[in-house]
């Protein structure tokens, strides 16, 4: 009974069951507050799609059908429910799914009507949400990533120490000097890429970027200068990335990631512009401003043999630090604003406001995923609302925020100290297993620099696995 009135904000009681099938047909309705249709008996819903009756829902904001998918009880506070012909009303919902054997074969849904006429929030409890020209501009252009597409101006930079980045950039594409951004996976090394490119006089070439840790060192190779005809059995002659971007900028994410033999070779380039295409004989020149990406110290990257000492040096001739999200707190909020007027678009609905209590939670969070994980929250949580809804709350998280007390969990892990146990007994069982496999999966990347495929081995769980929950997660 007490969780039941933690779920259902301290009723204690239900009132309305709902049983489906795999198909979605109702198998059984009880209602006892005239949830089903207000003036209908339950019996006559009996055999109906469920979708039909409630003409707002759809399988992604429908708790009975995303607990049938996922597997898992799916939970969803002021849901907004509308019977076709009758007056919509508001409802709490648990649905947990029903298996047969090993076997998903439905879902019953248990519910709790709210009052009618419950008052909305109020004003002081909201953060209204605003578009501005900026904002707009970055949330179109994040669709478009077939060329160097951000600005400066288009850049979130409220924290001083974003301002010090952004103000930095028109120094760094004065000039051709190569250039190395440090960050955190998920900081927006890319973003300052593109806005170095487009903020210098190579804004009307081309744009590349490459990550190194995605190809093996041989492919690597190969897109990166080109092959020869005969080269290898089945080559072609093709063009390198490094001819591609002659006059422009290429942009070689996880640099640490490239082996080491090949990071020789990439010195060669950097040094005189010159290199051969792989099996080939000519030497070729290539007019490129490079900009090389880290995800960890690159010092640290040195001493653990990553990183080769005289490449670094070549490419840190200027130096930009992306600070991690933890360390610009007063860039949270713009960036809430910024994915929630984004996914509005995305999935065609209409949220004006994000609960004051969501903003604080947010605020006080660590995201070791950074920005990544932050958009990935509100597109979780706006995917589960009803298109109905205008205020975003901390309910429709699909998993909570452990808010920093102290040192924070992910901090207090990095530097090897024990966790408190209270800080890991918050929310479900569920919940708490996710978080718990979510810090593991961030530690191994951290561990092994970025790179998938050493963290996979190191978690003993194979690489595509990785990628999905990697994804799953926002990390």
Known sequence: ????????????????????NLEGEILFTAKFNRKFGQDRQGDDLVGKKFLDVYENLDPSTSTTIQAMERGAPAYVENQYLKTRGKKGITITSLSIPIKWGERIVGAIDLSAQEPDGAPAPAPEDLVEL???????????????????????????????????????????ASCDLPVMICGETGTGKEVV????????????????????????????????????????????????????????TLFLDEINSMPLPLQSKLLRVLQDGCFRSLGGSETKYADVKIIAAVNVD???????????????????????????????????????????????ATFHKKIQYVSRELVQQMEAYDW??????LEHRIVSAMSRVSPETRVLNLGDLEMPLLPKAGPSIQTAERAGEAVPEEALSTGSLRQAVQEYERRLIQQALEAAGGNVSKAARSL????????????????
């Open 298 to 344: 690159p010092l640290q990257a040195i001493r653990e043999g990553q990183l080769r000492q005289d490449i670094y040096y070549r490419l840190s001739m200027m130096f930009i630090r992306i600070p991690p999200l933890r360390e610009r707190r007063a860039d949270i909020r713009p960036f809430i604003n910024l994915y929630v007027n984004k996914h509005n």
């Open 1 to 20: 009974m007490k969780f039941l009135q933690e779920l259902f904000h301290g009723k204690g009681y239900i009132d309305g069951i709902t049983i489906i």
């Open 193 to 248: 890429a593109q806005a170095i490119h487009n903020a210098s006089a190579r804004r009307d070439k081309p744009f590349i970027a490459q990550n190194c840790a995605a190809l093996p060192e041989t492919l690597l190779e190969s897109i990166l200068f080109g092959t020869t005809r005969g080269a290898f059995t089945g080559a072609t002659e093709n063009k390198g990335l490094f001819e591609l971007a002659d006059g422009g």
């Open 460 to 475: 003993e769980i194979p690489r595509q696995t990785l990628c999905r929950k990697i994804r799953g997660y926002g990390l």
């Open 130 to 172: 605003t578009v501005s020209d900026c904002l707009l501009g970055s949330t179109r252009k994040m669709t478009d990533r077939d060329a160097a597409v951000f600005t400066v101006e288009d850049m979130i930079a409220e924290d001083e120490s974003m301002r010090q980045v952004r103000d930095y950039i028109p120094v760094v």
């Open 368 to 373: 070791p995923g950074n920005l990544r994980e």
